[in-house]
Nanobody, 124 residues
Framework: QVQLVESGGGLVQAGGSLRLSCAAS????????MGWFRQAPGKEREFVAL????????RYADSVQGRFTISRDNAKKLVYLQMNSLKPEDTAVYYCAADLTGYYSMRESAYEYWGQGTQVTVSS
């Protein structure tokens, strides 16, 4: 079993920054691909970013490329999402997810474990 707990969400003005954290359990965390997804009100959940087990491979949605950075600390079993230059359209519930296969998938169905989500609200 893998448990994921997100934190770091909140209310921020447009142009501001937030850093989300995801604390993971599981003995083989260092082998997981980790992803961040988000769901805005009335919209489907969408891919934001992923990072492979070593941190050497990252992928981003076009909408956040250049503004968001995903990273991980395997010793602490943490994954981060640094969000800069936030826009009102970034408002959503952000979810951390784990893909135990280790592939670099941007599809929700590839991720077996999910956190409960953390709310990010960007005011204009």
């Amino acid at each position: 079993q893998v448990q994921l707990v997100e934190s770091g969400g909140g209310l921020v003005q447009a142009g501001g920054s937030l850093r989300l954290s995801c604390a993971a359990s599981g003995r083989t965390f260092s082998s997981y691909t980790m992803g961040w997804f988000r769901q805005a009100p009335g919209k489907e959940r969408e891919f934001v970013a992923l990072i492979n087990w070593s941190g050497a491979v990252t992928r981003y949605a076009d909408s956040v490329q250049g503004r968001f950075t995903i990273s991980r600390d395997n010793a602490k079993k943490l994954v981060y999402l640094q969000m800069n230059s936030l826009k009102p359209e970034d408002t959503a519930v952000y979810y951390c997810a784990a893909d135990l296969t280790g592939y670099y998938s941007m599809r929700e169905s590839a991720y077996e474990y999910w956190g409960q989500g953390t709310q990010v609200t960007v005011s204009s």
